[in-house]
Structure formats: structure tokens, C-alpha cells
């Protein structure tokens, strides 16, 4: 599925008129999300651009993350070895914990936009860096 952008342009305020909400991201679910969130979950909407050739480097999340490619391909490499490749409009799910550790690459010649959306415990960072799984180090 390679579309343009599904982000609209900020709608124009019309006195009187019923407000409009303005679309970050809009993507297609395609693995069942289960998600229960305790009281005091930290909730968070985030906007990534990474340039290409540009990378995010191996972390992983203290909560669950659902998030949207806005525009270009997003190419993530997941602890096992897999390759994860989600074009725009397309929808991921993040692993939680340690043991989900990953990294997002941008390996096409556009830009590459992700809307976020993090539940998290209260006081736990957007994400914790972490090493390379044992497959990934040369020695």
C-alpha cells in the first residue's frame, strides 16, 4: 500500500461551526492489539521524521505503542533477526519490555514520518536505549 500522506491540511475555524479535529495519522491495524492500562498510565502522542538513510537506534518501551507511517517506508529489524517493512498508511504495534528490543531504519530517499502513540508507566521514558542483540555484534 504506497499512498500519499494521509494527513490533512489544519481545517479554518468557522464562527458558530461545530469544531473539526485535525488528523495526524491515519493507518490500518492489522494484528489484534490487546492493551490494558492501569490508572496513572502516561499517554503520549509523538511525531518522528527521519531522514533517509537515517536511523533510530536499538531500544525498546516500557509500555505499548501503536503507531502510524505518515509518509515513506518505515524498515524495522526486531530482536529475532526479522525485518519488519510498513509503508505509509501502514499500522505497527510494538513489543514491551527489554526482551522486545528494536530498531527503525529509513533506508528510501524521502522522508520518513511516524505518529506515535505511547502508554506508558508514569514516570518511564518514550523509549530506553539498549544494546544490539548477540547476532548483531561483530566482534
Same mark, same amino acid.
Given at each position: ?71 515513506? +517506508? ?62 548483531? +555484534?561483530?566482534?
Amino acid at each position: 500500500m504506497n499512498r500519499s500522506s494521509p494527513v490533512e491540511a489544519r481545517p479554518i475555524a468557522v464562527p458558530g461551526a461545530e469544531p473539526a479535529p485535525t488528523l495526524l495519522a491515519d493507518g490500518l491495524l492489522t494484528e489484534r492489539l490487546a492493551l490494558a492500562a492501569p490508572e496513572n498510565t502516561r499517554v503520549v502522542v509523538a511525531d518522528y521524521e527521519i531522514p533517509p538513510g537515517h536511523s533510530l537506534p536499538w531500544h525498546y518501551h516500557e509500555g505499548r505503542v501503536v503507531a502510524v507511517v505518515t509518509a515513506g +517506508v518505515l524498515t524495522r529489524t526486531l530482536a529475532d533477526g526479522s525485518e519488519c517493512v510498513t509503508p505509509t498508511g501502514g499500522c505497527i504495534v510494538e513489543p514491551v519490555g527489554p526482551q522486545g528490543v528494536h530498531m527503525a531504519e529509513n533506508r528510501e530517499p524521502e522522508p520518513l514520518r511516524i505518529c506515535a502513540l505511547f502508554f506508558l508507566p508514569r514516570d518511564s521514558p518514550l523509549s530506553t536505549r539498549a544494546d544490539p542483540p548477540d547476532r548483531f +555484534v561483530h566482534r
